[in-house]
């Protein structure tokens, strides 16, 4: 099923998921005017179909510790699939990294890259990603403050 076959309960259903993932099938069947049994049916339709992929918790990152973040762009020696392919793998393997998007730019790859701070930044700079398959050059532009994160 694609998108095109989404009708108004279904697009309402994944509306109100995406802002609280959490909302009893009860309190999400009132939201959309349903009751519960069919709401039930359609969120299990909607999760076996691939529209909802999972459920997260939204993590206040500097409580944690880990509030800064970094974007890097990231331009790869080759090009050819196989390079692609072996830096898309490698980067899985990097904690840190908790974006990685491929661009049509003039650069490859844009990651965000989530860390303490700068100094360990650096350290995740120079010998994690640096370190990564085809990695020619990076650039870094350090956040200095979030003003929406969905």
């Known amino acids: 099923m694609n998108k095109d076959h989404l009708d108004r309960i279904d697009r309402n259903i994944l ?17 959309v005017g349903l009751s519960k049994t069919p709401v039930q049916a359609r969120v299990r339709r909607l999760e076996q179909e691939g529209f909802i992929r999972g459920y997260a918790a939204v993590i206040d990152h500097e409580r944690m510790g880990d509030g800064h973040v970094a974007f890097v762009q990231v ?23 908790e974006q990685c998007h491929m661009m049509a730019a003039s650069f490859d790859y844009l990651l965000k890259v989530r860390t303490k ?34």
């Open 15 to 31: 509306a109100a998921l995406s802002r609280n993932g959490r909302l009893s099938m009860a309190e999400l069947a009132s939201r």
């Open 75 to 97: 331009k790869l020696s080759d090009t050819r699939s196989a390079a692609l392919e072996a830096f898309s793998r490698s980067v899985q393997g990097v904690a840190e990294i």
């Open 117 to 150: 701070d700068i100094a360990s930044y650096r350290r995740v700079l120079g010998e994690r990603i640096s370190a990564l398959p085809h990695v020619a050059q990076t650039s870094t532009f350090v956040a200095m403050e979030t003003v929406k994160d969905r």
